[in-house]
């Protein structure tokens, strides 16, 4: 007696990937991974979270030439001073400075890491095409993350769960205005009293931090030269 008959794709596998997700920037370097052309190649790297995937990081292959300067703050290249446009990273600066307008100039230069830091993304995965002699053992395609549109919020709301595209929060009341000199000060007495864990998830919860970027980023910024570093003492 024959079977019941399969659903539709019922025998259709998937990758496995992430995909079609909430990302929310913590942290950006330039640097390399051994599993990315055996860590010879220099990437853009973007560490942060997710409400919605477990992913880590994603990376961004930047092209031949570029070496990582200031210990992954920086990138730079003996003869060229943009990214070539098809490479990866050209293709993302592409998408969300022309597509997506977000304002990079204001945060600071295409060859800094830290511009990157406090932005949040939704993250789908889409199938790129490449010119004549690139990948050609794949059809000249690959497929890869890609931000499809901007996220308002920061670490707590990647916490939280808790996200909404930029465009649909434009519509809200805009927020009371916050003394920013007021703000940074509350911020350094916490500082001094909490580890650098609780003082940033204390600081994402507080009114006026995840609007402004630079505090943001600098609130984030886990090395030495970032906030909680600078006050703790």
Known sequence: MPGKKASEGAWETQSGLPDDFDFFITNAYF???????????????????????????IIWPIGKGWEVTNKGANVQHP?????????MIGRLIERVVKELKVDMRSRGTHTEAKPWIGLGFHMRREELSFGEGILEERGGKTTHLMP?????????AAKSGKSAPAEQEEENEAPAAVDNK???????????????QKFQTTAMNMAGVSEDGDLLADVLNDSDTGFWARYHK
């Open 31 to 57: 640097g390399f991974r051994e599993e990315y052309q055996n860590g010879e190649a220099a990437l853009l790297i973007w560490e942060g979270e997710s409400p919605d995937e477990e992913v880590g990081s």
């Open 79 to 87: 003869r060229r001073t943009k990214f070539i446009t098809s490479s």
């Open 148 to 156: 499809v549109s901007v996220l308002k919020g920061g670490k707590a």
């Open 182 to 196: 007021a703000l940074v000060d509350k911020l350094a007495l916490l500082a001094k009293s909490l580890t650098q």
